[in-house]
T-cell receptor
Framework: GENVEQHPSTLSVQEGDSAVIKCTYS??????FPWYKQELGKRPQLIID?????GEKKDQRIAVTLNKTAKHFSLHITETQPEDSAVYFC?????????????FGKGTKLTVNP | NAGVMQNPRHLVRRRGQEARLRCSPV?????VYWYRQLPEEGLKFMVY????????ESGMPKERFSAEFPKEGPSILRIQQVVRGDSAAYFC????????????FGSGTRLTVV
């Protein structure tokens, strides 16, 4: 089955700096890669996603890149703000036998220091 | 257009009791997924259901846990004879019929077993 590794587990940056979170996946047939942001005690919220036919996607200060050959994808947050502080999860989905479940990384706790 | 509704938000059960967690998907969504999140950890897939069908239950313990998504009404995750290790946040997500991408998560049920 699919396995998703996420690094780093914690990341601390100064306000205004960039933050990069990296994930690798194991199954080359995976074709959808979302990123979720989870604030303390709240539900995970989709912030950006990318499909396997695209190499990069950007939405304001957030961008995601995908390298299918290397089987890794990354989240880039520029001009970080204190409200970006949260736990970020990457995920991959593998369509298999009618199941479209997402497999999640273990999360990165991002702290943006004012 | 309400999102995914989960109830209760918090549930306290004594060891050996039953826990019933409810999930109403986004209106029009026919796919429901249940995930479990232990403190400081990622989201672990449990089960994927469509109306009246369990599609993938590979992440759900074979004993004490069951799930259903009836033709009418919410999806139910049922945990019998709860133990302390069942204490976790249980999140439900839904997606529409035409695509299995782009989960919307509910706010979760935080189960505490005392």
């Amino acid at each position: 089955g699919e396995n998703v590794e996420q690094h780093p587990s914690t990341l601390s940056v100064q306000e205004g700096d960039s933050a990069v979170i990296k994930c690798t996946y194991s199954d080359s047939a995976s074709n959808y890669f979302p990123w979720y942001k989870q604030e303390l005690g709240k539900r995970p919220q989709l912030i950006i996603d990318i499909r396997s036919n695209v190499g990069e996607k950007k939405d304001q200060r957030i961008a995601v890149t995908l390298n299918k050959t290397a089987k890794h994808f990354s989240l880039h947050i520029t001009e970080t703000q204190p409200e970006d502080s949260a736990v970020y999860f990457c995920a991959a989905t593998l369509p298999q036998g009618g199941s479209e479940k997402l497999v999640f990384g273990k999360g990165t706790k991002l702290t943006v220091n004012p | 257009n309400a999102g995914v509704m989960q109830n209760p938000r918090h549930l306290v059960r004594r060891r050996g009791q039953e826990a019933r967690l409810r999930c109403s998907p986004v209106k029009g969504h026919s796919h429901v997924y249940w995930y479990r999140q232990l403190p400081e950890e990622g989201l672990k897939f449990m089960v994927y259901l469509q109306k009246e069908n369990i599609i993938d239950e590979s992440g759900m313990p074979k004993e004490r846990f069951s799930a259903e998504f009836p033709k009418e009404g919410p999806s139910i995750l049922r945990i019998q004879q709860v133990v302390r290790g069942d204490s976790a946040a249980y999140f439900c997500a839904s997606s529409p019929l035409d695509t299995n991408y782009g989960y919307t998560f509910g706010s979760g049920t935080r189960l505490t077993v005392v």
